[in-house]
């Protein structure tokens, strides 16, 4: 019993220590730092747009670097003097899908991004990495920010009614999530209400997130738009919305995106939080979900429940698409001569880093794609676009086919490690 006592009692000095930390280095709100990422298929840069200071930190106060390593980017928050690291954080972009289209070989584009990270007392250097072809971190650009600079924006830019639809735990030892509202007009925003309470119980009622009821907050900010429903660009389909978003991303139908990142990250503003679901009021199929950058999915298609579920995989916990058969343009996202960083797909170049402690003795590497494993965690080809030369753990899985609540074995694994970060 008094092992126990010293242990909690170290442990409860340790956190101590770390939220002091981020007492001595950060106040209570978050900094936010918009930029444009300009380029094509071969360069890119980023360019300053605006810095922002926002009320709410919906982060740890003790995990404050990434342990993760996931993402085709990373920042990281150095202070200025001594050049420590104070904060780090692996995401992935649309531009970084962009560059892989037909047209990023010939066009420049721009599009905003955003990083938010505790808001710093002191200057702090903030450097951006991008991956190189070996996988290895690469700096791309770094600068420096003042927090005391006038030019930072202080102001809420939407004020807007947050709720907290789900649970009541401190900020710092939970799971954040933020519902925004698109297409829905001021006449539908009870339909909005109802929407995000069923999308609630649809994450809440899937394994893993089941058991972590308690750790996950979930919030929902009222927001009308002028018009209802979502653009359809390729049926000639125009709706004055909040985020403009639309179907037809980079030509592939059911792919639902919005460009309008600072509208995105405005409305977000209004409650703590450490991920952002857009809802999309239509009955319409489709989605996306870009690691640490936003997931937006459909409100009234019959498999809604899955796309949101699936579409969180990505966003949150940085899982990769486990098909192989598909219409999304993505030629050469993964390279079969590197490891990707994504925890549910293998090329083998480093297997050993995946999932190779979670199979059993017997299992072949590569798995046949036969009844005898069906239940088995395996090494099965096809994944990430790909019928060959990309592997995934298992024959189904909520990350390969429309399956609600049947995330197989290592992407469980993979969700409740992200969980457990964000609730400590
Ligand atoms: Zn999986």
């Not at 956190?15 to 444009?36: H, I, L, P, T």
């Not at 401190?170 to 995000?196: C, H, R």
């Not at 991303?249 to 460009?259: D, K, M, S």
């Not at 088995?376 to 030369?389: D, H, L, N, P, T």
Request: negative net charge.
């Amino acid at each position: 019993m008094k092992k126990i006592l010293l242990i909690i009692s170290l442990l409860v000095s340790i956190g101590c220590v770390s939220a002091q930390k981020f007492d001595s280095n950060f106040e209570k709100k978050s900094m936010r730092f918009d930029y444009f990422r300009t380029g094509n298929s071969n360069t890119e840069l980023i360019s300053h747009d605006h810095i922002f200071q926002e009320p709410h930190w919906g982060g740890s106060f003790i995990n404050l670097i990434d342990t993760f390593n996931y993402g085709n980017y990373k920042f990281e928050v150095l202070d200025s003097v001594s050049g420590k690291l104070l904060y780090s954080k692996g995401f992935s972009s649309l531009f970084f899908e962009w560059r892989y289209t037909e047209e990023a070989k010939f066009l420049n584009r721009s599009f905003s991004e955003s990083v938010i990270f505790p808001f710093p007392k002191n200057t702090v250097q903030l450097v951006f990495y991008q991956r190189n072809k070996t996988m290895d971190w690469e700096k791309q650009y770094q600068t420096y920010v003042n927090p005391k600079d006038y030019t930072i924006v202080t102001q809420l830019a939407f004020p807007s009614q947050s709720f907290k639809i789900h649970n009541n735990a401190p900020s710092d030892k939970a799971l954040d999530i933020v519902i925004l509202p698109e297409g829905y007009t001021a006449a539908e925003m009870q339909k909005f209400m109802n929407d995000a309470q069923r999308f609630k119980d649809y994450l809440l009622n899937c394994k893993p997130f089941d058991a972590y009821g308690s750790k996950i907050n979930i919030w929902a900010v009222a927001a009308a738009s002028s018009e209802s429903g979502t653009d359809l660009p390729g049926e000639n389909v125009w709706k004055n919305t909040l985020f403009d978003s639309h179907f037809y991303t980079f030509g592939t139908e059911r792919y639902l995106n919005t460009l309008n990142n600072k509208m995105v990250r405005h409305l977000a503003a209004n409650a703590p939080y450490d991920q952002i679901y857009i809802l999309v009021n239509t009955d319409k199929y489709g989605g996306a979900g870009i690691f640490n950058y936003y997931s937006i999915c459909t409100s009234d298609h019959e498999n809604s429940d899955f796309v949101f579920v699936h579409e969180f995989g990505h966003g949150f916990a940085g899982l990769a698409d486990e098909y192989y058969t598909s219409d999304v343009s993505t030629d050469g996202l993964y390279a079969h001569d590197v490891e990707p960083w994504e925890p549910n797909i293998t090329t083998l170049v480093a297997f050993d880093r995946k999932w190779k402690t979670m199979l059993d003795a017997k299992t072949p590497v590569p798995t046949p794609s036969s009844s005898e494993f069906e239940s088995s965690v395996g090494v099965f080809e096809g994944a990430g676009y790909q019928a060959k030369g990309v592997y995934r753990p298992k024959m189904e899985c909520t990350m390969k086919s429309v399956r609600y609540n049947d995330f197989c074995e290592v992407c469980s694994k993979s969700i409740v490690q992200m969980l457990e970060f964000y609730s400590h």
